[in-house]
């Protein structure tokens, strides 16, 4: 019978991937990630880049953008941990709609994402991908401030540079309004302080003079939503007394993002030290491969060894047989008398 073609590790996690992906499209709840856990940490991170890359649902959308924009946090962090500094390409990605990875997860409110993200995309790229623009011109920053994720605003800030920062704050959509508009416009007061202690306080006058397509500030949006917070701390920036008090706020602001970047080093140390590991684990797992195979080829060499030695056996013992019967046959000749001839001598019968 004929023994069916065994499955490589890769194949099998290929499948896996594209089974994960169809029932991302119809189901709500996750599938089992017990499997595609134990196949990453034997992945080298290439191959896996190159699997989520080129394995996609009918939409053109990769595995990490299903992950992220159906829910299932968990895997996208599978995903995404072994792919520091390799996956810039895919992270700049976008759906149907036009959304990347990190738009989606700046969408599901989740700051631990948004983080692995920025972490996982390399340093150079980073303001790009925060500014990529999706649907309406939103960007992911526009996003979390329209939804007042005041952690994730901060998290997307702290990851540039002053220059970069205020380029990001100064990005229009398509009414023309700013990040502080959508803020503004929705009483997200904290987000507000948020954005504007990032910056400068040279820099505060300008962006809040920046008006939208209905010649609004942001000041002027949150007055005519009556978002009485909002308008106090927008106009409280337009007081010269407080510019020292905002300048102290950006300084302590720019300490966080430098121990952010200390942090963002460890990091690359410990993500290089998992690579690592990894490899060693596959090295190990292929020299255990290699020495199953080995013993496997013993045993069969053994066996036939032992097959041998048995038939040898049993030609030794049919020809002990053989001559046992001989050897019966001749004592019997000798013990048996038989007629005597003319000169008195016994005949005997022939032995053969």
């Not at 972490?119 to 992911?140: C, M, N, P, R």
């Not at 596959?282 to 020495?291: G, H, I, P, Q, S």
């Not at 013993?295 to 047989?321: G, H, I, K, W």
Request: aromatic share 6%; hydrophobic share 40%; net charge negative.
């Amino acid at each position: 019978m004929e023994q069916p073609a065994s499955i490589s590790p890769t194949e099998h996690l290929q499948e896996k991937m594209e089974q994960w992906i169809r029932e991302y499209i119809r189901a709500s709840e996750a599938p089992d990630i017990t499997p595609l856990r134990a196949a990453l940490t034997t992945t080298p991170p290439d191959q896996l880049l190159q699997l989520i890359t080129t394995i996609r649902d009918s939409e053109s959308d990769t595995a990490l953008l299903l992950a992220i924009s159906h829910g299932h946090p968990v895997v996208a962090h599978l995903l995404l941990t072994p792919l520091r500094g390799i996956a810039d390409e895919l992270l700049f990605e976008k759906d149907g709609g036009g959304y990347t990875a990190l738009y989606w997860a700046v969408r599901k409110g989740d700051r631990e994402l948004v983080e692995l993200i920025l972490h996982t995309v390399s340093s150079g790229q980073k303001y790009e991908l925060i500014a990529v623009k999706g649907g309406l011109d939103w960007t992911a920053l526009t996003w979390a401030a329209r939804s007042g994720y005041t952690e994730i605003v901060e998290s997307l800030l702290i990851s540039l540079s002053v220059e970069q920062r205020v380029s990001l704050l100064n990005i229009q959509d398509i009414f023309l309004n700013t990040a502080l508009h959508m803020a503004a416009c929705r009483g997200h007061t904290a987000a507000l302080q948020s954005m504007l202690t990032s910056i400068p306080p040279d820099k505060v006058s300008a962006l809040l003079s920046i008006k939208n397509i209905y010649s609004r500030t942001p000041l002027e949006e949150a007055e005519s939503r009556g978002w009485k917070e909002s308008v106090e701390l927008l106009k409280s920036w337009k007081q010269p007394v407080l510019a020292a008090h905002a300048a102290a706020t950006f300084w302590r602001f720019a300490a966080v993002h430098k121990a952010d970047r200390h942090k963002t080093k460890e990091m690359t140390k410990l993500k290089e030290e998992l690579v690592e590991s990894q490899r060693q684990i596959v090295a190990l797992k292929e020299a255990d491969n290699r020495k199953t195979a080995a013993l496997a080829n013993q045993r069969e060499e053994s066996q036939q060894q032992v097959v041998a030695l048995q038939e040898a056996n049993n030609q030794m013992t049919a020809d002990m047989a053989t001559m046992m019967e001989r050897l019966n046959r001749l004592d019997i000749y000798l013990r048996t008398t038989t007629d005597t001839d003319e000169t008195g001598d016994q005949l005997h019968e022939p032995l053969g």
